[in-house]
């Protein structure tokens, strides 16, 4: 059965950095499409990061941009989201999540939440000020 599993979460401090990791259990996870979502308590599940399959395409929210890098290492079935410079407002559960996209799906298709198929548990990221 096809798991993802997140980890490296934790509490730290405003402006302080944390590596989440996410291991994938399925062999065609290498031909998949990733991203990371998050939610914070009372809000909806919201876009982060995602990458193409094969790399060429990364895609981020606004509220990241310059701050947070995604990547994928396929030989491990691993993908990585480097949080830097970490605020209050990133405290959330940070979760993976995995799927097939049409190769001519744009931007916008990554950052929905029901075009990928395999999600994680989820993993908590707490900020404090």
């Known amino acids: 059965q096809a798991q993802l599993v997140e980890s490296g979460g934790g509490l730290v401090q405003a402006g302080d950095s944390l590596r989440l990791s996410c291991a994938a259990s399925y062999r065609t996870f290498s031909r998949h499409a990733v991203g990371w979502f998050r939610q914070a308590p009372a809000k909806e599940r919201e876009f982060v990061a995602a990458m193409r399959w094969d790399g060429s395409s990364l895609y981020y929210a606004d509220s990241v941009k310059g701050r947070f890098t995604i990547s994928r290492d396929n030989a491990k079935n691993t993908v990585y989201l480097q949080m830097n410079n970490l605020k209050p407002e990133d405290a959330a559960v940070y979760y993976c999540?995995?799927?097939?996209?049409?190769?001519?799906?744009?931007?916008?298709?990554?950052?929905?939440?029901?075009?990928?198929?395999?999600w994680g548990q989820g993993t908590q990221v707490t900020v404090s000020s």
């Open positions: 999540a995995a799927g097939a996209m049409d190769p001519f799906d744009g931007s916008n298709s990554y950052k929905i939440k029901t075009k990928y198929t395999y």
